[in-house]
């Protein structure tokens, strides 16, 4: 397997714009996270699905944040409109239990809002 | 809730020397303590774990230990070489296990 896939792996955008980051977890993995990660706040978790349905959403900062998973393949998570806060890296990682076991991390989506 | 420190922030050792980070967690319930290795421009990566019904677990050169009793963990990397370079993170599940509570991070550093 390829590993959790997530692009794009560098954004660069102007404040106001929409981004949309995107992941497709390992084959077989149940569980979904969305992380946050900068110098400051460290890593945080954003949103958690599981078996395509999100269950813990209470680390999405605000409404500019939303998230889906359509599918078992496939997860977006769209920032509108950006932020020069929002400047981070987000990484998407999958797991193939619900609430324990070893998260596999994409090499994640480095976005700057300028 | 759960909340874990971790320490040192940064970490220089000798090549050859051992390495020793150390994290402590707050929720007695915890029973599940990973350590990931974040090289630079990737995700973390499982390095070991260690479950609450024993004290100590080895993987070759990497070894964790937990003290339930005082609620710390420890990894420990002994013969270190330059390839261990990089920012270590313990963590602790809260709650249901779902969401681990992350350390800030050691960035460890091998001297050549």
């Known amino acids: 397997d390829a590993g959790v896939i997530q692009s794009p792996r560098h954004e660069v955008t102007e404040m106001g714009q929409e981004v949309t980051l995107r992941c497709k977890p390992i084959?077989?993995?149940?569980?979904l996270f969305w992380y946050r990660q900068t110098m400051m706040r460290g890593l945080e978790l954003l949103i958690y699905?599981?078996?395509?349905?999100?269950?813990?959403d209470s680390g999405m900062p605000e409404d500019r944040f939303s998230a889906k998973m359509p599918n078992a393949s496939f997860s977006t998570l769209k920032i509108q409109p950006s932020e020069p806060r929002d400047s981070a890296v987000y990484f998407c990682?999958?797991?193939?239990?619900?609430?324990?076991?070893?998260?596999?991390f994409g090499e994640g989506s480095r976005l700057t809002v300028l | 809730g759960e909340n874990v420190e971790q320490h040192p922030s940064t970490l220089s050792v000798q090549e050859g020397d051992s390495a020793v980070i150390k994290c402590t967690y707050s929720?007695?319930?915890?029973?599940?303590f990973p350590w990931y290795k974040q090289e630079l421009g990737k995700g973390p990566q499982l390095i070991i774990d260690?479950?609450?019904n024993v004290g100590e677990k080895k993987d070759q050169r990497i070894a964790v230990t937990l003290n339930k009793t005082a609620k710390h963990f420890s990894l420990h990397i002994t013969e270190t070489q330059p390839e261990d370079s990089a920012v270590y993170f313990c963590?602790?599940?809260?709650?249901?296990?779902?969401?681990?509570?992350w350390g800030a991070g050691t960035k460890l550093i091998i001297k050549p």
């Open positions: 990682a999958s797991r193939q239990g619900a609430n324990t076991g070893e998260l596999f």
């Open positions: 084959s077989g993995h149940n569980s």
């Open positions: 699905f599981n078996n395509n349905v999100p269950i813990d």
């Open positions: 929720d007695s319930a915890s029973n599940y």
């Open positions: 260690i479950r609450s």
């Open positions: 963590a602790a599940p809260q709650g249901s296990n779902y969401q681990l509570i």
